[in-house]
């Protein structure tokens, strides 16, 4: 079955959004002590980003959260385009600390970046079956 978010303005479904971050955060961090969340690229979560640091800042364990990404344009981290960048600049600067950051680096060829990606992935999950916990698109 299917869940399906209806709101009534854009500003209505961000903070609902931004609700469901908030509680599958902390109920995966009380369950297994982490909370693995990936990014979307584009720039469509920046109002994610925006409100959860306006208003979530404090009722998530930051230094719990390992940020993942879902995709990546292959650019320079700083340049205007990056996923990353996007990311970085609205939200992850603006907490005190996070758990960790895994970024794809979209500067290396992409056949690299790719490589790399997979294998700090599976560092992350011991191996194991590679199951995040959240994945924003």
Partial sequence: MENFIKTNSQKEFIETVCEIIKEEANKNIKEKGSFTFVLSG???????FDELVLNHKESI?????????????????????????????????????????????????PIKATKEYEINIKKFFNDNVVQFDLVLL
């Fill in 42 to 48: 584009g720039r469509t979560p920046k109002d994610i």
């Fill in 61 to 109: 364990k930051w230094n719990k959260v390992h940020f993942f990404w879902l995709d990546e344009r292959c650019v320079d981290p700083l340049h205007e385009d990056s996923n990353y960048k996007l990311a970085y600049d609205s939200l992850i600067s603006k907490l005190d600390v996070v758990g960790s950051v895994h970024r794809i680096k979209a500067e290396l060829s």
